[in-house]
Structure formats: C-alpha cells, structure tokens
C-alpha cells in the first residue's frame, strides 16, 4: 500500500545516513534557523549548532567555526539542507574523532520517540525480554518462537513481523485489535508485514504510545532504540493500568476530600504512583519525599521501607543495616521475590538508579500488592467522580490521542487540565491553519500569572471565531477554568476542521471547494455501490450502522483485499455487532488509517466519531496513486469532482513540507518526490512504503509555524 512519503534528500548516500527520525529532526532545526537569518549561511552554523546534541555539545562554537572553515572556502555561501546535512555530519565526525567514541548520528536524539527515557541499555532490553517471554509464552502463535535469549539480539529479529509488537499491545490494553486482522503466516510478504507494521504503529498510538518519529521501515530494519523505545512505552502502559480509580478505586484513600480526589483524577499515572509510593513511607516513619525513580531510589532505603510496610511478614533481617548499596538493593529484590513480585532488573540498575526499571519495579510492587485497606467504603467519594468520567471520558481520550499524535511540544495525559494555558492549543491551531497564531501575543509555559493563561486562551477563542467555530458561549476563561462540556465541543471542531482541510487539500479539479459532512457521506454511499454492493447509510447517526456491515463494505470497496470476509458476521445481536466493530477498528489501522475511536462507538452509532472513520477511510482512498482519475466525490448539482492526488506528505513531516513551503523552500518537486520513493520500492520488489501510512485521524497536520524559542526536537 502507498505510505506517506518521508524527508527525502536528492543524494541516495546521504538518505542513507540518517534515519527518517534524525531527518524530520535536523530538517525542523533547519527551518528554524532560516526562520531567524532569512538566509543561512556557513558562517552561521557554528553557533545555531549549538542545540544539537554531539555536535552542539561535544564542540565549543570557538572550534566548530575552526573547522567549518577549513572545510569550506567561502563562508558566506548561502547553505540548502543537503549542504546543512554535509556540514553536520562533518562536525559529527569531528566530534566523535574528538571524543574518541564511534557514537553514531542517532545520539543526538532526546525523547521524539517516546515518553520514556531514549537511552536503551542491554540491562533494560534484557528487562523487556524478560517481560515478553514471562506474558506471551503461551501464546499460540509466538511459544514456538519463544523464550528469547536477552543476551542476542533475537528479540529484533522476532520483531521484524510486526506479530510480536501486535500481541504485546494487546496485553497491555486487551482487546485494542483484532487478533484475526494479524497476519501470522510462517513466512510473510512484504505486503502482509507491512500491513503488520502498520497495525502495529496505529494501534500503539491508539492506546497513547507516542510514535510520531517511527515508521515501518525502523521496524524491518531493526533499529535498536527505536523498537526498543515502542516496546517499553508499551510495557509502562500495561504496568500502569491499574493506576486510576476505575480499576482500583481504593486510591481514594490517598486523599482528604472531593477537590483532592478530582486533583487525583487528573494527574498521569507516574504520578499517582508515586503519590501511592509516598503515601505509604510516610505512614511508616519515612521523613523524605520521593520525587522520581531514579536518584531518589537509587540507595535502597525508600525500598526497604515500603516493603516492610506493605509485607512484613517477608523480613527475615534489616535491610538499612547492610550498607553495601550493591548488597542491599541484592536484598531488596529477595524480598519482593519472597512477595511473589516480578522483578525485572538487577541490583545494579536499582543502585544505577535506572528510572524506567525502578518505575516498573515499583508498579509490579503495586500490582502484587497496593496495602489499601479493603474495609473502606469508597462508593459514595467516588461515586459523583466516576459517573462523570463516563460520560466524558470516551471523548476526552479520543481528542488527547489525537493531539498526542500531532507531535507538539508537550505530551498531555488529561486534556481538562494540560489544555489549560491555552499553548498546546495555539500549537495544533497552527500546525492546522499554519501562520494564524500571532506567537508575539503570547506567553510560553511556565506561566504564573495566571491572566497571561487567560490571554493565550482568548486568542485560541478568536482563531477559532475565525476558522468559523460555533463558539458561542465559549471564552478564554471558560478553557482556563477547565469546563469539560465547552473543552470537547471545542476540541470536536479543531479535530473536524482538520479533517476537512486535509480533504480539501487533496481536491485537484474543484477549485478548492469545501468539503462537508454531506462529500463524506455521499463519497462513501457511491464506493460501496461502485463495489456492487447494495448497503447505503442514510447519515452518520443511521441505526443501521451499528451491525458495521457498511463499513466493512467501504474498506473493501476502497482496497478489496483488506476484508476476510469469512470473518463477518451478520451482526444480528450485540456480541456479533462487537466482533465486527473490533474488526472494522483493525483493518482500518492495518490498511494506514489512523484513528482514535472504541468499538462501542460502532455498536452505539457515535455521529461524532463515525465521521472521523469515515472520512480516514475517505483521505486514505484519495491518497492512494491510480490508474483511474475517476471522481471521489460526485456532486450531481454542480458536477464537481475530487480526484485522487498524492502530493501532500504525511504524519509528522507533513507539517514541516508545509512550512518550508511557507518561507519558499527549494525542493524537488512532488512528482520528483513521488518517483523517488517509487523507484526505492522497485529497488526492493515491492510496491510498498518505507514508512508507515497514517492518515487522519492522527490527522497528519500540514504546516505550522515554531512557536519561539521553539526548534523541535534536537
């Protein structure tokens, strides 16, 4: 299938030297300098280099400026990107040869891929193997493949498939795809595993991992930290489940009163973990707080405390006594083994202070045992809490994936609370309708006066005005303040507004007609009757959509190979409805679409969210290349015409072409872009992409202006 096409570079030897991840990177540092100097040239690289990692730190600017100049003759020659890139990777051999290590490209990267720390060690890959051979040996399909030696590097090559990151996924979030779209053939395609892939990618997303930087091609070709960095955030979401009131609802008894419970309800799951964690030091003694699990855990005491006070039963001696560290944190893992905790890692990661395996240590110590007292009546504290949660939460998850996936500055946990200084907002403004943000009208986090918040989020109010949102009882306080009913139906027309532009913008022949609701629904009624079939929906709130058979007949009709029909079902009662709801999800994030909605969306006909897999289906038809330039959307009162058009990249790159377009990049043109990635598939045999297609509803976001101060990840 086609997939988005990624930063390309017209010199294959220099493709080939970076990753897409360290070219969206550098290239957003590019563009951030030539924002800055209108003009970049080599006498400015020394210190607009300084940000970036290897380069930036391993050089002074005094010896950077040395070199460059005695590389290049004339300094104040005008520099494009490929020129940038060469002076880069220069000053990075430099470096290295300074620094006497072999460090490649990719150490400068921090955190683009993942919420966790980027920095893998063999220490925490053996932890993830552990991990994946204790949850997923007895499945059918991998037992025959497993266990996996920590000590090779099996678990890349296991990974290739896409079948293992699939079903890791679905231990961490049971039910978030449809085992039977997997393709787990012995022996796989190039189409078969990059649909794997690409189910993979999408549905990771869908349960909150951060892959903006990631595509199929990392996977394939096994790229250490970067399926390492997928697999942990994946393992944390699974280890942090339990982390909220749903699931464990006596964590109400870490606080005194509703305000502190609704404080609770907002906060991300690390934190109430280690709210959990100090909660029960201080009810044993301990006098210090415990702020991270790295430094603050690092010397065995706060272990020793809290498992003596959750199990002290299991002490057979003093623990603080032993003042060998590497000894004590040896005991300390004997303890939570005599628990009957999982554990992990090594003494010398505890002692390393490693923060992604103690963060893991102590939730399987929360897992095994919480040391709540059962006796306490929570109903009636979180009764109020949870009943709102549910009538909320569904879309409240939908919308902060989605701004997950745009790539911002920030990663949200609860959009109530992390939306509220109004800046991640201005962001996705821009990155959808780039250049309306006027950035020198507002104030950059951390803000503490809190009329500044209130300023950021009237100019969100007034954009939103001007795109013509219906907002009118909405105002910048009102996102302040936090209402929950004004934040969704606000965040529901920034989201359809994406979707339409995006819509829009693949329209060759109608010039530049809007797209509505009406396009959608009348384009997929003519693909499922183009297809021979007789299904039709009438709106997006028709009843009969419930049994999913419309949908399932629209991703067939747009790529007839994607639906094993010996799969459906009729959808005559709520549990065949339910199969083949979880199914639709599936083979729409398999085919490339990229959305955030639940099965119960399907089942219960949610107007809202079956619009945004309609129209996925939609752009991701309208992307793909075709013999055919047959209409995508017929108009029978003014012939107009949407024809099927790939000159607009994807995902997170899409936002930085539209950007260098803005300040009049010079590029190879799209059809030059598009012969380039077609002859990288010819060289591979395949008709298939290198990176992964993700069409909204990550809503891959076109444009957008770096805030200041702002250059993207470096």
């Known amino acids: 299938m086609a997939g988005f096409v990624g930063v390309l570079v017209s010199d294959p030897w220099l493709q080939h030297q970076f990753t897409q991840v360290e070219l969206r990177s550098l290239r957003s540092h590019f563009l951030s300098m030539r924002r800055e100097c209108g003009k970049v040239t080599f006498a400015d690289l020394p210190s607009k280099m300084s940000n970036l990692k290897v380069v930036g730190e391993s050089l002074t600017g005094e010896e950077r400026a040395s070199f460059l100049e005695k590389t290049y003759k004339d300094m104040d020659e005008e520099v494009d990107f490929e020129a940038f890139l060469r002076a880069y990777l220069h000053l990075q051999e430099h470096a290295n040869l300074r620094v006497g290590s072999a460090k490649n490209s990719s150490a400068f990267l921090k955190a683009a891929t993942t919420t966790l720390l980027h920095t893998i060690s063999e220490s925490e890959k053996a932890s993830y193997v552990a991990h994946i051979n204790g949850y997923l040996g007895e499945d059918q399909f991998l037992k025959k493949y497993l266990p996996i030696d920590p000590l090779t590097n099996d678990l890349f090559e296991l990974a290739k498939d896409g079948v293992l990151l699939c079903k890791l996924i679905n231990v961490a979030v049971p039910g978030t795809i449809d085992e039977r779209a997997i393709n787990t053939k012995r022996t796989l395609n190039p189409w078969e595993r990059n649909e794997n892939h690409t189910l993979c990618l999408n549905s990771a997303k869908a349960i909150g991992c951060t892959v903006v930087n990631i595509g199929t091609q990392d996977i394939i070709e096994g790229r250490r930290h970067l399926v390492l960095g997928v697999i942990s955030q994946i393992i944390k979401i699974q280890l942090l489940a339990d982390l909220n009131l749903k699931k464990t609802p006596q964590l109400v008894q870490l606080v005194d ?108 110590i929360f897992q095994h045992r919480n040391g709540f007292s059962s006796q306490a009546n929570q109903a009636p504290v979180i009764s109020e809490a949870v009943s709102e949660d549910v009538l909320v939460s569904r879309e409240e998850m939908s919308f902060r994936l989605w701004i997950n996936s745009l790539g911002n500055s920030t990663y949200i946990d609860n959009v109530f609370e992390d939306l509220r200084n109004g800046w991640i907002l201005l962001e996705v403004l821009d990155k959808i309708s780039p250049g309306i943000v006027n950035w020198k009208h507002t104030t950059r986090p951390p803000i503490k006066m809190p009329f500044r918040k209130v300023e950021n989020c009237n100019q969100v109010v007034r954009i939103g005005k001007q795109l013509k949102f219906s907002l009118v009882n909405i105002a910048g306080n009102d996102i302040v303040q936090g209402n929950k009913k004004l934040i969704l139906a606000f965040l529901w027309q920034l989201m359809r507004y994406n979707i339409l532009q995006l ?47 419309f949908f399932l007949e629209l991703l067939s009709s747009v790529e007839p190979r994607v639906v094993d029909w010996k799969l459906v079902t009729k959808g005559e009662n709520e549990a065949e409805k339910k199969l083949n709801a979880t199914y639709i999800i599936s083979v729409a994030r398999k085919m490339g679409c990229s959305i955030f909605l639940l099965p119960e969306d399907i089942t219960e006909v949610n107007q809202k969210m079956l619009l945004t897999l309609t129209a996925s289906i939609m752009y991701w038809s309208l992307k793909q290349p075709s013999e055919e330039t047959s209409s995508m959307i017929s108009d029978s009162e003014n012939g107009s015409s949407v024809e099927s058009l790939s000159t607009l990249t994807i995902d997170d790159s899409a936002s930085e072409t539209s950007l260098e377009d803005n300040i009049n990049r010079e590029s190879t043109p799209p059809e030059s872009q598009h012969g380039a990635v077609r002859k990288q598939e010819e060289e591979t045999g395949a008709r298939l992409s290198c990176w992964p297609s993700v069409p909204v509803l990550a809503l891959p976001v076109y444009g957008g202006t770096t805030p200041p101060d702002q250059e993207g990840p470096t």
């Not at 991270?292 to 057979?316: I, T």
């Not at 329209?507 to 797209?515: A, D, F, R, T």
Request: aromatic residues 6%; glycine residues 4%.
């Open 257 to 364: 009163d509703s305000k502190d419970l609704e404080e609770l309800m907002n906060q991300p799951p690390e934190k109430i973990l280690l709210r959990w964690m100090n909660f029960h030091l201080k009810k044993a003694g301990y006098k210090k707080t415990i702020t991270n699990f790295s430094s603050d855990v690092k010397d065995g005491e706060a272990y020793a405390v809290l498992l003596n006070a959750l199990a002290p039963e299991h002490n057979k001696k003093s623990i603080l006594d032993v003042k060998d560290l590497m000894e004590r944190a040896k005991l300390i893992l004997e303890y939570a083994d005599r628990m009957g905790c999982k554990t992990y890692l090594t003494p010398k990661d505890i002692v390393d202070g490693s923060p992604n395996l103690n963060l893991a240590f102590v939730a399987h």
């Open 503 to 549: 819509l829009k913008n693949l329209q060759h022949h109608s010039n530049g007609k809007e797209v509505t609701d009406s396009d959608i629904l009348r384009w997929a009624n003519s693909k499922v009757k183009s297809s021979g079939r007789t299904s039709r929906m009438e709106s997006f709130k028709d009843k009969s959509l419930a049994n999913g058979i």
